[in-house]
Structures are given as structure tokens and as C-alpha cells.
């Protein structure tokens, strides 16, 4: 019999996996999809020669996380590499705000009246940033902050919503750039604990950057998978898993899914009945001829580019998709520009880009036109360097990935208690009804993102339940 059965190959399900095997549990891991991955995942999906990743691109989660610095991974091949600038936030004017891994830099690019008022933001929390990040993406409530008057000054700024934090900035290049930094989860710029999403962003770029795998997030998945195997487990792909019975034996089972899917494979009913899912996204992958022509040469230099011409309108994007339940006429993009930095990605002189744009839950319409035209704005003759596109809205995303459920990156909402409290309000969120069975995905604490530290938590409360049977 096994020790520990992992259902779903993704970052989290993999750390958890790894964590077990390396404090010797005997560890098997299921895999519905022929490569491990899950978000982390590289593709040729538009030209041979092209590599994709369809979902997470760049990492500033994955960099800074504890749970991964603190394995080996360098040794299996995960190499980081850094853009000259990690995200540029450009106008339609051709000017640009940056996020650059030096405050100065950064605040320089909000011009003189809000330069200040971002220093004395993030110059308290920077010195302390890795004892802060293992404080809030370590296990919830139940751990003991290694620096609790750090985090309860963290938690003065960032608890209350981002709308608040904002009202420091005078300009709008700041506060553009900080409203693009929130709707990276896809969250209303209002909501509780949104002031915090940004200031994560911000400090992790500070602290290590925003970089790219080279040669494509399936990197990050392939050394976790081939670390496992050196400590012993072993990885089953095209293996769907519907039911518990469809496993081996095993003393726990760990499961990197959805609440959906947990509770139908489980058998737990309408236990995670109450848990909600957010909006989804429309991703196109783009084959290029040359690179992206953004107006702003900030951008040209940055890995990731953020658009969205102003504040308000990145908030009413924000507000069309989670409120009035439509697409925006104007959306807020995020877009990941990899060969910038990675020149393995595409052919010589070629280059790889994505972006995408929130749209209601579940949505079924096309967003390709809306997307272009937008960037086109701030990248005036893009639509002439694209040679091939892949899109993908919920329906594809969800088919893809199943824990994407009506195209819900997140893996569930980022808004009210559930920020904090996911996927139920409790003490425990990696347990469920049943003693032997876990759960690990992004729909428990910290959230969404590629930083394993939900598999790493959950690994934690596996382990203590095997040593007490």
C-alpha cells in the first residue's frame, strides 16, 4: 500500500507530492492530461517551433516562493530569466509606468508628485520581504507569524480595498499601473484585501523579479516531476481519475482539483456547494513575425505588459465582467512577451506573445477583435506581425484544464472572506469530510498562482496525519 496518492499533476499537486516523498512517504501521483503541468504547462499551440504556455507565463510567485526555494530545482533544469524591465504599464500617448526591481526606478516613472507616496508605500516591507511572504502564504490562522508586527503593518495597508490604498496617488500612471496590478486576480478594485494583491506584485518584483522559465513554464513542472522521481514517487499520466475507487490503495489521498471535482470523485455531496467560481478569461496566443510594437520603449524592454489606458478604465473593464456580466468594450489585458528574454522559444527573429482579456463567467463569444483593437492602441500595427493566433475563451480553457471551470484561472473567486477563507471558512481548509482525503489545489490557501505553497501547506497537514495512524 502507498503512502500518499496525489490526484492532478499541477505546481501544487506536484510540491505536495515532493514535500511527502522527501520526509520518505512511499508517493504516487494521477495525471488526466498526457504531460504534468496543469497551469505551468509549454505547448506548440499555433506554428512548429513556437512555444506556448497556455496559461501561467511569467512568475513572480514562483520565484519568491518559499516552498520552491527551498527545493533543488536549478539542479533538474529550471533556469530564470529576467527581461530588462519586469512590467511596463504603457499609454496611449507613448509614455509609460514601470515596475522595475528597483523602488527608484519605479517611482521615478510616476512622475515627481507621486514618487514619494510609493517609497514610503514599499520601502517598510521590502527589507522584510521573506519573512513576510512565508507569514501569509505559510499555513493560515493556525501558524504563528515570524514577524506578526510586520504583518499586522502589511495588513493596515492591504486589508482594506486597493480604491483606499490608491487615494495616495495624485497621477494616473500610478495609479494605473496599481489598478493593473489588483485585476491580475481578476478581483473589483473595491473589494476587501485587494490593496494587498498589489502590493504583493509590486514587492515581489522588487525582490526577485517577474521572470520567465527558459524554454517555457513546462520547465518549472518538469524538474518538481523529475526532483519526485529522484526521491522515488512516480507520475501516472493519461490517467482520469472519476471516482476513488479508480486509485490504488493508499493511506492519504491528496487531490489538486477543483472543489467541483473533489466532491464528485468523493462522494462529498453538496459540501463545497457554497464555494464560488469568478470570471473567466479569453487568451490568444500569438506566432509573430518581430517583436510587439508598443509605442511606449518601456514596454519593448519588459517581460510583462499591463494595458489599460487609465484607472478608471482598467475599473470599469473590471466592473463590466463581475457586475453588469458582459465583455468589456475595452478590455484590461495582461500580455506576456517570453522571447523578449528567451530567444528558445521561437524561431530566429520570431517571437511568442499572449494576452488576454476577463469575460464573464462561462462565456461563450469571441474576444479576439475587442483584444486586438486594443492593442493596437498602445502597439500601432501589431495585427501586421502576427502570423498564426491560438485562442482560447472558458470553454477551451475549461477543456484544457478542469480546474479552469467556466474559465476561472483562480480556480474560484479572489473577492470577499473567500480572498482569505477558501474553499470553506474553517481552520483547516486542506481537510475535508473524510479523515484520508486532502486538498491542495489553488482553491485553498494562499490562492491562485504558481508557487506550490497550497501543496506545500497541505503536505503539511498529510504528514501530520500519517504520523498519527
Known amino acids: 500500500m502507498l ?19 522527501r520526509r520518505g512517504f512511499s508517493v504516487a501521483v494521477f495525471e488526466a492530461r498526457s504531460t504534468v503541468g496543469g497551469g505551468a504547462r509549454t505547448e506548440e499551440l499555433t506554428l512548429p517551433g513556437f512555444r506556448h504556455d497556455p496559461c501561467s507565463a511569467a512568475h513572480p510567485l514562483a520565484i519568491n516562493s518559499p516552498a520552491f526555494r527551498a527545493l533543488p530545482l536549478e539542479r533538474y533544469g529550471l533556469e530564470w530569466l529576467h527581461a530588462e524591465l519586469p512590467m511596463a504599464h504603457p499609454f496611449p500617448d507613448g509614455t509609460a509606468a514601470v515596475l522595475a526591481r528597483t523602488i527608484g526606478e519605479t517611482a521615478a516613472s510616476f512622475g515627481p508628485r507621486d514618487a514619494g507616496a510609493y517609497r514610503r508605500l514599499i520601502k517598510p516591507f521590502l527589507p522584510k520581504w521573506d519573512t513576510l511572504a512565508r507569514d501569509f502564504m505559510s499555513l493560515p490562522l493556525t501558524a504563528l507569524p515570524r514577524d506578526p508586527v510586520t ?22 500612471p500610478a495609479k494605473a499601473l496599481f489598478s493593473g496590478l489588483v485585476a491580475h486576480v481578476m478581483a473589483p478594485l473595491g473589494g476587501f484585501a485587494t490593496g494587498a494583491i498589489g502590493l504583493v506584485f509590486a514587492l515581489a518584483a522588487h525582490a526577485r523579479g517577474w521572470p520567465v522559465a527558459r524554454g517555457g513554464s513546462q520547465s518549472l513542472s518538469d524538474a518538481l516531476t523529475a526532483y519526485l522521481r529522484d526521491l522515488g514517487g512516480s507520475v501516472h499520466t493519461d490517467y482520469e481519475v472519476k471516482r476513488l475507487d479508480d486509485l490504488p490503495p493508499a493511506r492519504a489521498y491528496v487531490f489538486d482539483t477543483s472543489p467541483t471535482a473533489l466532491a464528485r470523485i468523493a462522494g462529498f455531496g453538496n459540501h463545497y456547494a457554497g464555494y464560488r467560481y469568478g470570471p473567466g478569461v479569453f487568451k490568444v496566443d500569438y506566432a509573430l513575425d ?8 518601456e514596454a519593448r524592454a519588459a517581460g510583462t505588459v499591463q494595458v489599460g489606458a487609465s484607472s478608471a478604465e482598467i475599473g470599469a ?10 465583455a468589456p468594450d475595452k478590455p484590461f489585458l495582461i ?15 520570431k517571437h511568442v506573445f499572449w494576452a488576454y482579456g476577463h469575460v464573464p463567467h462561462g462565456w461563450t463569444g469571441d474576444l479576439t477583435d475587442t483584444i486586438e483593437r486594443q492593442l493596437e492602441r498602445f502597439a500601432p500595427g501589431f495585427r501586421d506581425r ?17 480546474n479552469y471551470i467556466g474559465g476561472d484561472i483562480a480556480s474560484g473567486a479572489v473577492s470577499g472572506l473567500q480572498l482569505l477563507l477558501r474553499p470553506k471558512p474553517t481552520l483547516f481548509p486542506y481537510r475535508t469530510p473524510h479523515p484520508a482525503v486532502f486538498i491542495c489545489s489553488s482553491a485553498t490557501p494562499p490562492g491562485p498562482g504558481v508557487h506550490g505553497m497550497s501543496g506545500h501547506n497541505a503536505a503539511k497537514a498529510v504528514w501530520k496525519r500519517l504520523r498519527q495512524t
Open 386 to 402: 502576427v502570423l498564426a493566433r491560438a485562442t482560447a475563451g472558458p470553454p477551451e480553457l475549461a477543456a484544457r484544464n478542469a
Open 317 to 326: 473593464a473590471l466592473r463590466a465582467v463581475s457586475r453588469e456580466g458582459r
Open 151 to 172: 504583518l499586522a503593518r502589511f495588513g493596515l495597508a492591504g486589508l482594506p480595498p486597493s480604491t483606499l490604498l490608491m487615494r495616495r496617488f495624485r497621477d494616473e
Open 335 to 349: 500580455t506576456v512577451q517570453p522571447s523578449v528574454v528567451d530567444p528558445t522559444r521561437a524561431p530566429a527573429g
Open 3 to 21: 503512502d500518499v496518492v496525489v490526484v492532478g499533476a499541477g505546481p501544487n499537486g506536484l510540491t505536495a507530492a515532493v514535500e511527502l516523498a
Open 290 to 297: 518581430g517583436p510587439v510594437p508598443w509605442t511606449a520603449k
